[in-house]
């Protein structure tokens, strides 16, 4: 699947919705996060990640969608 999605995206823009992270890692050039409905986050899964100061998205997004957790909501 992560081959058919790269060979049919240059010039498209192609919509995932997962829950599952890594594959967001491995094959979008761009990740948005949702929370009830909101936009959390809105960036490439690299600058997410780095701006975050971790190694995986799955931390990410939990930072921005677990209630209490507000480290991440600059993002």
Known sequence: VRNL?????????IVISTHILEEVEAVCTRAVIIDKGRIVA???????LERAGTGKLDDVFRALTTPGRQDFRGL
Not at 7 to 13: E, N, T
Not at 42 to 48: G, I, V, Y
């Open 5 to 13: 999605i790269r060979a049919m995206a240059p010039g498209k823009a």
């Open 42 to 48: 809105d960036d490439t899964p690299q600058a997410l």
